[in-house]
């Protein structure tokens, strides 16, 4: 049965989408952009209020790596806090009256499918690499900004794999033409990953700062005193390169380039004791610290329209 508490697999995640597009149709719609590799269709639910003209909007997406499960489960969080707390909590009236959130809850769908029936570590896609017996490409390193130049490998064998060519991943293509089509409407781009508790801007595939940097760095420290006044933990937020590791073809470095200033990478819970294999114990306080960063960046961005 299906549990915002669990880790839910994609059939699930599924029927978790129909229903609630069905239980909550004022308030959510859904769309397919795009076709996974394998033929999965990627589904995105669109959350706002309806108006007659379209509305400044946010995007969303988790799982684009396959064994970061925390991540589906944060943006499965995401809706239903949308959905339950729409017309009662005011920062989410707000958002939601004003803005559209386009949420991807899974990105990388083979791949997580793959976690649960092969090989739970599983992190790339599952497409076929012509002239190699090793599958898959990073969708994190097949994004059009500084391509395969830095912290990404053209081994097909490699977890971080950048692919033949910028968005040879048909789930990059896909999220990368649905960004292009509404970038004029699109003014942040939240990405979930996980692990390492880092709240991550542009950029990361260079160490030159990005033209918003101090914005975006007084934001994500924002953000990260907000989740962190829950539980306490604690988030380190910079650059993805001087942060993290210098590493091309991310979408948060993409979608920057393209305009979309408010372009930010979460890598939630934990430090390394689980990893990946993060306890469903700990989904809930995850989601619920994530929930009041997120918050915190909409806020931001909605009063900066
Ligand atoms: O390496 C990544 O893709 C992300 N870390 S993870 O452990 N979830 O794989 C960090 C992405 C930071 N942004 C870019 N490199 N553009
Ligand atoms: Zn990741």
Not at 62 to 76: L, M, N, T, V, Y
Not at 110 to 118: E, M, P
Not at 224 to 245: D, V
Request: aromatic residues 12%.
């Amino acid at each position: 049965a299906y549990s915002y508490e669990k880790y839910n697999s994609w059939d699930t995640i599924q029927s978790w989408m129909d229903q609630t597009v069905s239980a909550n149709s004022n308030l959510v719609s859904r769309m397919i952009i795009g076709t996974t590799y394998e033929g999965q269709p990627m589904h995105v639910l669109k959350l706002g209020k309806q108006s007659g003209s379209s509305k400044p909007a946010i995007f969303m997406d988790c799982g684009i790596h396959a064994r970061e499960w925390i991540s589906p489960a944060f943006c499965q969080w995401f809706v239903k806090e949308a959905v339950s707390t729409y017309g009662t909590n005011s920062q989410m009236t707000r958002l939601l009256d004003q803005m559209d959130v386009y949420v991807l809850p899974v990105f990388n769908i083979d791949g997580y499918r793959f976690t649960w029936s092969n090989n739970r570590m599983w992190r790339k896609t599952r497409s076929k690499n012509p002239g190699s017996t090793c599958i898959g490409t990073d969708p994190n390193r097949n994004f059009n900004a500084g391509w395969c130049t830095v912290g990404a490998s053209k081994n097909p064998c490699s977890d971080t794999y950048c692919g033949c060519k910028p968005e040879s991943a048909v789930e990059v293509k896909a999220v990368a033409d649905f960004l292009r089509k509404n970038k004029s409407i699109i003014k942040s781009y939240l990405t979930i990953h996980s692990y390492s508790q880092l709240l991550l801007f542009p950029y990361s595939y260079t160490t030159a700062p990005a033209p918003d940097h101090v914005e975006l760095m007084r934001v994500a420290e924002g953000a990260a005193a907000a989740l962190k006044s829950l539980y306490g933990t604690q988030y380190t937020c910079g650059p993805g390169a001087e942060t993290i590791y210098l590493a091309a073809g991310g979408s948060d470095d993409w979608a920057y380039d393209l305009g979309v200033k408010y372009a930010y990478t979460f890598e939630l819970r934990d430090t390394g004791r689980y990893g990946f294999l993060l306890p469903e114990s700990q989904i809930k306080p995850t989601c619920q610290e994530t929930m009041l960063a997120v918050m915190y960046i909409a806020d931001h961005v909605l009063n900066s329209l």
